[in-house]
Nanobody, 126 residues
Framework: QLQASGGGMVQPGGSLRLSCTGS????????IGWFRQVPGKEREGVGY????????NYAESVKGRFTISRDNPKNTVYLQMNFLKPEDTASYYC?????????????????????WGQGTQVTVSS
């Protein structure tokens, strides 16, 4: 089970840190993906971190602004979001790969993930 938290409302240029906490599985064995979704649009991959934290990927739209990290003893993955833009407004979700512990290839495809946690809303507005 995964649970995302830390969302809120922030002005453009501001920062937020989201957390994704896992339970019921050996957290350190699994990669975690971050995704976001706006009503009426498909879920978009934001970033990926492997179980050890040594492989990290970002969507082009967030590169240089968002940073993913993980603290396995705390069963938590973080998404630090800086220089937020109005277009970052969405519900943010974390998820575990569906049929593997880690992924190769397109790591930001939502179809490759299951065990979706409840999302957390991020609103960037002045």
């Amino acid at each position: 089970q995964l649970q995302a938290s830390g969302g809120g409302m922030v002005q453009p240029g501001g920062s937020l840190r989201l957390s994704c906490t896992g339970s019921g599985f050996r957290f350190r064995d699994y990669a975690i993906g971050w995704f976001r979704q706006v009503p009426g649009k498909e879920r978009e991959g934001v970033g990926y971190i492997s179980g050890t934290g040594t492989t990290i990927n970002y969507a082009e739209s967030v590169k240089g602004r968002f940073t993913i990290s993980r603290d396995n003893p705390k069963n938590t993955v973080y998404l630090q979001m800086n220089f937020l833009k109005p277009e970052d407004t969405a519900s943010y979700y974390c998820a575990r790969p569906r049929n593997a512990h880690q992924l190769a290839g397109n790591r930001l495809s939502a179809e490759r993930y299951g065990s979706w946690g409840q999302g957390t809303q991020v609103t960037v507005s002045s």
